[in-house]
């Protein structure tokens, strides 16, 4: 049996950034080749810390859902996994023993080779016309000088596009380092430009500085050529490689090969099933409340709603019966504010979920991550905390500055973000003796500060808190 | 039987503001004059709407606690309370049958001939060897245009003093009318200057514009004499009467005076007696969840806790067993955040409340003001709502702008608070068909919008939200 995890970036406050990540796992469950599949994020939840955990076998594959190589790809995620292993990662991938499990990181679906049939994609959309003749193919990386890996796949993408022969010309460009897009026209001859950027998705550049930087005025823009009197160029601007369908195809390949690299798989690990057993033991002996829910089965199906809508008749709630369905409500407070934290203590009311037994882990799982395999370690005093200190001296990158932060800091930060949420806080020594499966429905450890403190507790050093009402992204 | 009512001020911000009335209303329970005391706010729960509905008998006598007359004592509280008197109020008090219950209401204390008393107090205290011969007193009032009434209490004041013969010299001045107290030296001739404000408690005035108008650098201030050299006048700054513990005295013979008024007192209110009994009838049965709480009575005594500490040791929680307790755990969310409204979703945890049944329904009254009467209501379909429009319309004052706010701005500052607070809008048409009397915790009814929203969609309108983090005061 084997378990897919797909990492993604995720966000504090856009409630929207994890969605292409959610609709490539759902692509690959319903593709059938791994047995789980399970998602990570930096920003939300389960947590790069809490993932592992809440995989249900010993066999499992990791896959960072980023375009290209670079920070993320080799310093955060596997810092984070606790891969034991930092900097560039060669193309089989990296493969350590971590709590019982096999775990293989491969490289980002940027580097497969098949992207250079979605640039081809993107292009011929851009400009159905594009001929040998006289159009050129500009690919066009974000560049960062934080890690000179991460725009060799341009280069490479770019290198691939040459040998294909459909274009006039072809060249690498980049945002933020030489050789910058703005310069184009000294480099590009070709009559008509197909500028494809190499982005994960639509946003910021794409849609502002991109455009901006060189003066483009639409999908079509003509430029007139320079050192010359009324010749042109006119330039045709597509959508990113990163949102196009044929990616998923990109990630299924992706997946199948890092699958065919896991020779016999895995099996169920043993505390992990442990801790769902308890839960199956406790809900056939009657109602179970796990933080602001309250869970029934009833003939072999397992009904979830807000403890605080017991009682009340159905029709008067909105029903789901996907664990998809319940991921989307728990996604906003009443308020239609983002909840970043699944365990803040503002659970959204009005609707109830009624699961497959077999659907009802993975439903529990979107509704509060890691909740049940924490919680039963802890049960058991088996959890292990990460003090502060501990948290602070890993952040690098932006993060970096919260080891300037007092212990004051930290606990008035803490106070005021943690005092909302259900868990407590075993990484500052509040005692929790009893958790759910005692029968105590908000004992929930909180076994390591989550990212949204930690980013948090970066603004209130750099003196930014407040000025926004919101958490910061 | 009888019932008092205490009116106070109270505060969306400040969580100290309603201390005093706490105080007096304990003061006057333990005094046994009155079978009942309970509190109301207009900034605080329950709220002026809603606190008539929360009294047990049919006899009801209402006292504001405000130092003088004016804005608050002649306009807001009548309307509020729907006494269908608006203007000055003659010394019998105004009286009405609401409701089925006959409501008395009273002048406030501060225009007791008692406070004479008080003045002189604090005379002495500021300044212990005053005299007829040389000492003068100043009777200081707050003096707003609103409202000419409110000056009369400090006039009347000044007069008993004069009649008292006590000091050489008695004058009544004003922080914000004539004669202004930063004129006093041309009026006052004594070589001692005793200041007592006629204010309700310590403040902002008090501590900060009194001592800068006149220039006073303590509790003793030494003046050059006006148009002489080296002669000096020596002025003594009292604490304000407010906070004299001799008020507590005359808030007694007030409501002594208040109480002999109603000739042969109520019987128990049938609606509040049905609620309860309602409420008792189901906790016999067993267990009852209302909001956040979960309720259970044992061997005649009735134990509160937060539903999220079910299950949870009684050593792990702060164990309270007077109502007041329960006030004091419910002040504050977990955070250390002020709550302006009980019914928001961030109730504290850890602690359990033991209660006699004597006690249970005032404790159960500081957590959930009006939750039992007005579910009640609902639960028979006879919980009148009052529409935005109206509430609006009500508004004078400061409040008066909301009456521009649009049905937008209404419904976006709405989602916002009501988002975050467990009751159900009847007042914008929100459907509530079933409330915790019919098993369901969070069914709870919102008769008509509260102070707190009504001030944050004022301060919606003043474009003023979103720059403080939290809500106005
Ligand atoms: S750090 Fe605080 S807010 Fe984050 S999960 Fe833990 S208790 Fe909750
Ligand atoms: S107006 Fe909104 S916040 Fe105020 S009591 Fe009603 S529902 Fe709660």
Same mark, same amino acid.
């Given at each position: 049996?084997?378990?897919?995890?797909?990492?993604?970036?995720?966000?504090?406050?856009?409630?929207?950034?994890?969605?292409?990540?959610?609709?490539?796992?759902?692509?690959?469950?319903?593709?059938?080749?791994?047995?789980?599949?399970?998602?990570?994020?930096?920003?939300?939840?389960?947590?790069?810390?809490?993932?592992?955990?809440?995989?249900?076998?010993?066999?499992?594959?990791?896959?960072?859902?980023?375009?290209?190589?670079?920070?993320?790809?080799?310093?955060?995620?596997?810092?984070?996994?606790?891969?034991?292993?930092?900097?560039?990662?060669?193309?089989?991938?990296?493969?350590?023993?971590?709590?019982?499990?096999?775990?293989?990181?491969?490289?980002?679906?940027?580097?497969?080779?098949?992207?250079?049939?979605?640039?081809?994609?993107?292009?011929?959309?851009?400009?159905?016309?594009?001929?040998?003749?006289?159009?050129?193919?500009?690919?066009?990386?974000?560049?960062?000088?934080?890690?000179?890996?991460?725009?060799?796949?341009?280069?490479?993408?770019?290198?691939?596009?040459?040998?294909?022969?459909?274009?006039?010309?072809?060249?690498?460009?980049?945002?933020?380092?030489?050789?910058?897009?703005?310069?184009?026209?000294?480099?590009?001859?070709?009559?008509?430009?197909?500028?494809?950027?190499?982005?994960?998705?639509?946003?910021?550049?794409?849609?502002?500085?991109?455009?901006?930087?060189?003066?483009?005025? !639409?999908?079509?823009?003509?430029?007139?050529?320079?050192?010359?009197? !009324?010749?042109?160029?006119?330039?045709?601007?597509?959508?990113?490689?990163?949102?196009?369908?044929?990616?998923?195809?990109?990630?299924?390949?992706?997946?199948?090969?890092?699958?065919?690299?896991?020779?016999?798989?895995?099996?169920?690990?043993?505390?992990?099933?442990?801790?769902?057993?308890?839960?199956?033991?406790?809900?056939?002996?009657?109602?179970?409340?796990?933080?602001?829910?309250?869970?029934?089965?009833?003939?072999?199906?397992?009904?979830?709603?807000?403890?605080?809508?017991?009682?009340?008749?159905?029709?008067?709630?909105?029903?789901?019966?996907?664990?998809?369905?319940?991921?989307?409500?728990?996604?906003?407070?009443?308020?239609?504010?983002?909840?970043?934290?699944?365990?803040?203590?503002?659970?959204?009311?009005?609707?109830?979920?009624?699961?497959?037994?077999?659907?009802?882990?993975?439903?529990?799982?979107?509704?509060?991550?890691?909740?049940?395999?924490?919680?039963?370690?802890?049960?058991?005093?088996?959890?292990?905390?990460?003090?502060?200190?501990?948290?602070?001296?890993?952040?690098?990158?932006?993060?970096?500055?919260?080891?300037?932060?007092?212990?004051?800091?930290?606990?008035?930060?803490?106070?005021?973000?943690?005092?909302?949420?259900?868990?407590?806080?075993?990484?500052?020594?509040?005692?929790?003796?009893?958790?759910?499966?005692?029968?105590?429905? !908000?004992?929930?450890?909180?076994?390591?500060?989550?990212?949204?403190?930690?980013?948090?507790?970066?603004?209130?050093?750099?003196?930014?808190?407040?000025?926004?009402?919101?958490?910061?992204?």
């Amino acid at each position: 049996m084997r378990s897919l995890v797909l990492i993604g970036h995720g966000s504090h406050l856009n409630p929207e950034s994890a969605a292409a990540v959610y609709a490539y796992a759902d692509l690959l469950r319903s593709h059938g080749l791994f047995d789980e599949v399970v998602e990570g994020y930096w920003k939300e939840e389960p947590s790069l810390r809490q993932v592992l955990r809440t995989v249900r076998y010993t066999d499992v594959t990791v896959i960072p859902m980023f375009i290209s190589e670079g920070y993320f790809t080799e310093t955060v995620i596997p810092r984070e996994l606790g891969l034991g292993h930092q900097g560039p990662v060669p193309p089989s991938g990296v493969a350590r023993v971590i709590g019982g499990r096999t775990v293989r990181y491969t490289l980002p679906y940027g580097v497969h080779p098949r992207m250079s049939e979605v640039i081809v994609a993107r292009a011929h959309e851009a400009y159905p016309d594009l001929n040998a003749e006289d159009t050129a193919l500009i690919v066009l990386g974000h560049g960062t000088t934080r890690n000179e890996n991460s725009n060799k796949i341009v280069y490479q993408n770019a290198e691939r596009m040459r040998q294909s022969g459909k274009f006039a010309e072809v060249h690498a460009f980049f945002l933020d380092e030489e050789p910058k897009i703005t310069g184009w026209q000294q480099h590009v001859k070709a009559k008509n430009i197909v500028l494809v950027p190499f982005f994960a998705s639509e946003g910021w550049h794409t849609l502002e500085t991109i455009p901006e930087d060189i003066g483009l005025t !639409g999908e079509v823009t003509v430029f007139e050529r320079l050192g010359t009197e !009324g010749q042109t160029q006119t330039m045709y601007y597509s959508k990113p490689v990163g949102t196009h369908p044929a990616i998923a195809e990109v990630i299924v390949q992706l997946a199948e090969e890092a699958h065919g690299a896991s020779d016999r798989g895995g099996d169920l690990e043993r505390g992990h099933q442990d801790a769902w057993n308890a839960v199956w033991q406790r809900l056939s002996a009657g109602p179970l409340r796990i933080g602001e829910v309250l869970l029934r089965s009833m003939s072999g199906m397992v009904e979830i709603r807000h403890a605080l809508d017991e009682g009340k008749a159905n029709e008067g709630l909105k029903t789901v019966v996907t664990p998809e369905g319940v991921r989307d409500q728990v996604r906003l407070d009443e308020g239609g504010e983002y909840r970043p934290v699944h365990t803040l203590r503002n659970l959204a009311r009005g609707w109830r979920a009624v699961l497959s037994e077999q659907d009802f882990p993975r439903a529990l799982h979107f509704l509060y991550p890691a909740v049940v395999e924490e919680s039963y370690a802890q049960h058991h005093h088996a959890l292990r905390c990460t003090p502060w200190a501990a948290t602070a001296r890993r952040q690098t990158g932006i993060y970096a500055k919260v080891q300037k932060a007092t212990p004051q800091q930290v606990e008035t930060v803490a106070s005021e973000i943690c005092g909302g949420c259900l868990k407590t806080r075993l990484w500052a020594d509040e005692p929790l003796h009893q958790t759910f499966f005692d029968g105590v429905p !908000g004992g929930i450890p909180c076994a390591e500060a989550c990212t949204l403190l930690v980013a948090e507790v970066r603004e209130e050093v750099s003196g930014k808190r407040g000025q926004k009402s919101g958490p910061s992204h």
